[in-house]
């Protein structure tokens, strides 16, 4: 059973590009979560989604950053007009269906490495 | 604000030392709790998780937590570290309001003499 898959695995951007991040679930998973590491911190979460449903996004700034989970198709966390605060490892984790009894565990995929230059 | 606190950054150990990592949060209500690892080059992993039940927790590769409620504690312990063990690790909190928002320590980075 394959694991959480994110592609790219490392990306580069220049100041002002866009940057599209993929993640897609563990099998049978329906529920995926992003989370951003900045250096020398902890991780921190972003937004949580289920199938074409946005269930909470209180992680997320309120400009530039965006996140969909489309009923076909990863995951895409989408950053605008990046700047060089965003240079991040960026992760996704995933949970089965029922996780919202909030008696589960997340399982993370490799994550993204985000360079903006 | 929920937060959790790691307060070992940085810890050296020689093999077949004892391992304790310190892991305390706050939150008001009912939590789960859980120490992931992150291994060099590799994606983070579950160690151990508490739901409820028995406050001693038995993980992977012979590590095991404790919670203290009283102490808001979750504190991670190994009796004999390998050179294996080098890695990262976090411990992490969900409150149980909180669905899917898990709110992680700033880590600590293992290194295992060999």
């Known amino acids: 059973n394959a694991g959480v898959m994110q592609n790219p695995r490392h990306l580069v951007r220049r100041r002002g590009q866009e940057a599209r991040l993929r993640c897609s679930p563990m099998k049978g998973h329906s529920h995926v979560y992003w989370y951003r590491q900045l250096p020398e911190e902890g991780l921190k979460f972003m937004v949580y989604?289920?199938?074409?449903?946005?269930?909470?996004e209180s992680g997320m700034p309120k400009e530039r950053f965006s996140a969909e989970f489309p009923k076909e198709g990863p995951s895409i966390l989408r950053i605008q007009q990046v700047v060089r605060g965003d240079s991040a490892a960026y992760f996704c984790?995933?949970?089965?269906?029922?996780?919202?009894?909030?008696?589960?565990?997340?399982?993370f995929g490799p994550g993204t490495r985000l360079t903006v230059t | 604000a929920q937060s959790v606190s790691q307060h070992n950054h940085h810890v050296i150990l020689s093999e077949a030392a004892s391992l304790e990592l310190g892991c305390n949060y706050s939150y008001g209500g009912t939590v789960n709790l859980f120490w992931y690892v992150q291994y060099p080059g590799q994606h983070l992993q579950l160690l151990l998780k508490y739901f409820s039940g028995d406050p001693l927790v038995k993980g992977i590769k012979g590590f095991e937590a404790e919670f203290i409620k009283s102490k808001f504690s979750f504190n991670l312990r190994k009796p004999s570290v390998q050179w294996s063990d080098t890695a990262e690790y976090f411990c992490?909190?969900?409150?149980?309001?909180?669905?899917?928002?898990?709110?992680f320590g700033q880590g600590t980075t293992l290194q295992v003499k060999p």
């Open positions: 992490a909190v969900m409150g149980s309001s909180n669905t899917g928002k898990l709110i």
């Open positions: 989604l289920q199938k074409e449903n946005i269930i909470d």
């Open positions: 984790a995933s949970s089965p269906p029922g996780s919202g009894t909030g008696y589960y565990e997340q399982y």
